[in-house]
């Protein structure tokens, strides 16, 4: 009959590795960090009227000594204004916008239509990250994982902005200033005088005008 017990030596010879805890004990371990492909469309529809009447009269004086005994610094700044506005009219800004967006994300390079009509290439995509699998018996036995996959993802990004706008207005402005600056600087009994006498009529009128701004776009962006 066969013997087949092993010897002492033999015993000594073979290697153990003790299996980790149970809760740790994982046969399938997945990293997969995904960065997804963005389409963003932005139409921005933009319109601006204004009827407006602006007065800013200013009237301003100063006077210093300075390191001047007895010195005298005299500003006076007078000013009479008449300002009479008057806006008869109508401001009108249209922006119609119809804007059809299909966008789709993939790795080749895209090219989109400017609004002048030419063909522009988009900027292409990011090439992946490597992606990598690892494993095994011996990874389990030493507390890893029976597969470890480690998955990276690089999407492509479509922007789409049309933009449109109008601007219209009617303005009336006026701004009368009046100023007068004296000053003494290290003269003993000096005098500085400034004066700024100002008389001002300002009449504006804008009578049957009209300011019209339309801006129409209609704007087809397919991008893939």
Do not use: F, R
Request: aromatic content about 0%.
């Amino acid at each position: 009959m066969q013997d087949d017990s092993l010897s002492m030596d033999e015993v000594e010879a073979e290697g153990a590795v003790s299996l980790p805890n149970k809760e740790v004990l994982s046969l399938l371990d997945v990293n997969a960090n995904v960065d997804l492909g963005l389409d963003l469309a932005a139409p921005v529809d933009l319109a601006a009227a204004a009827n407006l009447n602006v007065a800013a009269p200013i009237e301003a004086s100063a006077t210093a000594n300075v390191l001047s005994p007895d010195a005298q610094a005299v500003g006076m700044a007078s000013q009479h204004g008449l300002i009479d506005q008057g806006i008869t009219g109508s401001a009108t800004a249209h922006a119609p916008q119809h804007a059809g967006v299909s966008q789709s994300s993939s790795s080749g390079t895209s090219t989109g239509t400017t609004s002048a009509g030419s063909t522009a290439p988009a900027t292409p995509a990011t090439s992946a990250a490597p992606s990598s699998t690892s494993g095994g018996v011996d990874s389990l036995l030493n507390g890893g994982s029976l597969l470890d996959a480690n998955v990276n993802l690089h999407a492509n990004a479509n922007l789409a902005a049309p933009i449109d706008g109008a601007v219209a207005a009617n303005g009336n402005v006026a701004a009368p200033v009046d100023a007068a600056v004296g000053a003494n600087v290290a003269s003993p009994g000096a005098v500085s005088e400034a004066v700024a006498p100002q008389n001002v009529d300002i009449v504006q009128n804008l009578d049957h005008v009209s300011a019209d701004a339309t801006a129409a776009q209609a704007a087809t962006v397919t991008q893939q």
